[in-house]
């Protein structure tokens, strides 16, 4: 029995059916026919632009973002695939707070789904900090089928490891 490292807290049966795609050589097959795009965001200005329209869509009244960008750092093994990150410095007599989103390298080459997917998450956590009910309600608002796309995350993952 393969072992899913990105799927283990989903239900027994949704496993099976990602096992029985990788035994039948179809997983890359059922990838491909859900997201056969590419997105054009590939430079840290372009997904600074990308996630400051997100963010006045949905969350105007949350803090700015200082910056955005791809961190090649970011990897599988810290179980990360964006952050969200608050740097306070004190500047005069005042401290001052930067927020920054890293997002890993890897969606460069995504699917535009994952890499939105992605954002949003790494937006939510402006509002809300934990990943409770609200913040999942709050992600699902910003995208639509928010849950479906995070599932289908971590099969490309599984597929993308196996490659």
Known sequence: MTALKYLQAYPAPLQDQVRRLIAEDRLGDYLNQRYPGRHDVQSDKALYGYALDLKQEYLRNAPAIDKVLFDNRLDLTHRALGLH????RVQGGKLKAKKEIR??????????EFLKMIVVHELAHFKESDHNKAFYKLCEHMLPGYHQIEFDLRVYLTWRDMQ
């Open 85 to 88: 990150t608050t740097v306070s």
């Open 103 to 112: 997002i890993a390298s890897l969606f460069k080459e995504a699917a535009p």
